[in-house]
C-alpha cells in the first residue's frame, strides 16, 4: 500500500508539474510583442511559377534566383514566403495543366509567372503560347492573387516575325489584364558567355543576383501595395 501512495504521489507530481509548463507556455505566446504576432499571423505566399529558369537549373538550389529573392526578403524582413513551383522543361501548355491545382494548394497572393522560354524554342505556335498565359492570368485574377509576368526573349534565327511576335506577347498580355511585367527576365545577361552555362541557354550561379534585380524593379511596388 506504502508504495501504491509513493507511485500515486509521483504520478500527481508530474501531472501538476505538467500543467505548470504548459501555464509558462501559454503566457509566453501571450507575451510576445504585438509586431511578432502581426509578422506571423499576415505572412504572404510568392509562388515562382516558371521553368529552369527559375528552378535553379545547373546549381545549388541556394544559388538561384528565386532563393536570392527570399533571403532578400528575410533580410528586409518583409512578412513573405517563398515557393518555387518551377519545373524545367516546362511549357505554357505543361504549365496550365497544373496551374489551377497550384492555386487550390498555396493559395498565392502574388505569383510571379515565368514561362514561355520552352514554347518559343520548340518553335510552338505563339497564339498558343499567349492564350495559355493568358488563362493562368485570368485564373490566377480570379483567386484575387497579384501577377508578375516574366518576358522572354529568343534568338533570332527563329526568323523575323516569330520572333518579334514572341517577345511581344508579354508586353501585350501585361497591357490587356492590366499587370506589371518585367520586360526580359535575362537583361544584362544574355549574349554574355560569361555567364551562360556550357549549353548556352542557362544563365550561371554568378548572373542570378543579376535576374533577381531585373525582377525587383517590378516586384517591390506589388510587396509595397500587398502590405496597404
Request: hydrophobic share 45%.
Amino acid at each position: 500500500m506504502h508504495s501504491l501512495f509513493i507511485n500515486f504521489k509521483a504520478f500527481n507530481n508530474r501531472v501538476l508539474n505538467g500543467f505548470v509548463m504548459l501555464s509558462a507556455i501559454v503566457t509566453a505566446l501571450v507575451a510576445l510583442p504585438a509586431s511578432a504576432k502581426l509578422i506571423k499571423l499576415n505572412t504572404q505566399t510568392i509562388v515562382v511559377f516558371g521553368d529552369s529558369l527559375s528552378s535553379g537549373y545547373g546549381m545549388q538550389q541556394n544559388q538561384s534566383w528565386v532563393a536570392l529573392l527570399q533571403a532578400r526578403i528575410a533580410q528586409q524582413k518583409l512578412p513573405y514566403s517563398i515557393i518555387n513551383a518551377s519545373i524545367s522543361g516546362e511549357t505554357t501548355s505543361g504549365g496550365l495543366a497544373r496551374f489551377n491545382q497550384m492555386l487550390t494548394t498555396h493559395k498565392p497572393d502574388i505569383v510571379i509567372l515565368e514561362l514561355g522560354a520552352n514554347d518559343g524554342l520548340r518553335g510552338l505556335p505563339i497564339s498558343e503560347m499567349r492564350s495559355n498565359l493568358g488563362t493562368m492570368i485570368a485564373q490566377a485574377k480570379a483567386a484575387n492573387s497579384k501577377i508578375l509576368l516574366l518576358g522572354m526573349k529568343i534568338p533570332p534565327n527563329y526568323g523575323k516575325k516569330y520572333t518579334q511576335d514572341f517577345s511581344e506577347t508579354y508586353a501585350v498580355l501585361a497591357k490587356q489584364h492590366s499587370i506589371k511585367r518585367v520586360p526580359f527576365l535575362l537583361e544584362g545577361v544574355a549574349g554574355k558567355p560569361s555567364l551562360i552555362q556550357n549549353d548556352g541557354l542557362h544563365p550561371l550561379a554568378i548572373a542570378q543576383p543579376q535576374l533577381l534585380n531585373n525582377v525587383w524593379l517590378q516586384l517591390k511596388g506589388l510587396l509595397q501595395t500587398q502590405q496597404k
